[in-house]
């Protein structure tokens, strides 16, 4: 099976050079690896992997991952995508093969971290990069049973290209997308199973920087899950939930909030996406005007 990789990046040039050794350390060598940038700067100054297709084109995941899908020439079985923080084990591509294969009724997965930063100050790559030798060292096989679960993670998803290649993420929830790969894989469900499996592991490492503005990221929270109940990718019960939850954290740490979050911009954020509910204005890209 041929496995291609898509990485969307804004901000993390050492995190996204890095990918191409990964891929030399793969057991399964992927067909095609496309990095998806926004500037020059996405990467380290004199970047060049013969192996590598680098595509620049507009900030914001979506847009980023969409192109990259545009861009793939190698017609794969499979396409992978990973966040540029996501170091995976040397089995990680062989692994989404095999999952693949085993299970024809499979349209898109997503694997088995071993950690996530994403809720902490993050992992250093070195940490990760440990856990993920002690994992590669047992060198055990695939697990390639299938588990249930309402939408991938989009630091590690994969999806049969079949299914996938005339499908793109929304771009109407700009810059980080918040839910984003929720509302992709949800969209999948009516061709095939989408389910969660330990047949490839990684360490997500949740680097800080790169990411959304905390008044931006905040009016997200509300805006995006509003308009996928509307779009019918997310039930009303589970945005309710992802809102409730993401404005209690909020308020409750705004004065003593993590050094890694800005809690009272999210807050703020928050209100101002409620404002706009009230009112009639609330849409995801109302990001882009402040």
Known sequence: ????????????????????????????????????????????????????????????????????????????????????DYVPSRRCLEGIARVFEAHPELVGTT?????????????DFETASA???RFDAEDAAPNL????????????????????????????????????????????????????????????????GGRTAGQKFGYSQIANPLYLIRKGTMPARDALWLMTRNMASNHAKAFRPEPWIDRKGRAEGNWRALKDLVTGRLQPERILEF
């Open 1 to 84: 099976m041929k496995v291609a990789i898509v990485i969307a990046s804004v901000g993390r040039p050492q995190e996204l050079a890095r990918w191409a050794d990964h891929c030399r350390r793969q057991t399964l060598t992927p067909c095609e690896i496309v990095f998806s940038i926004a500037s020059d700067a996405d990467l380290p100054a004199g970047f060049h992997d013969n192996t590598v297709t680098v595509l620049r084109g507009p900030k914001g995941s979506s847009h980023q991952r969409n192109s990259g899908l545009n861009a793939l020439t190698s017609a794969p079985d499979v396409v992978a995508f990973f966040d540029d």
């Open 111 to 123: 694997g088995r971290l071993l950690a996530d930063g994403i809720h902490s100050a993050g992992i």
């Open 131 to 133: 856990m993920i030798a």
């Open 145 to 208: 049973v299938l588990n249930e679960t309402l939408g991938t993670y989009g630091c590690n998803m994969a999806f049969r290209w079949s299914v996938v290649k005339d499908v793109r993420f929304d771009e109407r929830l700009p810059l980080y997308a918040w839910q984003e790969d929720v509302d992709f894989s949800r969209r999948l469900r009516d061709h095939g199973v989408v389910a969660r499996t330990e047949a490839f592991v990684g360490v997500h490492q949740g680097v800080k």
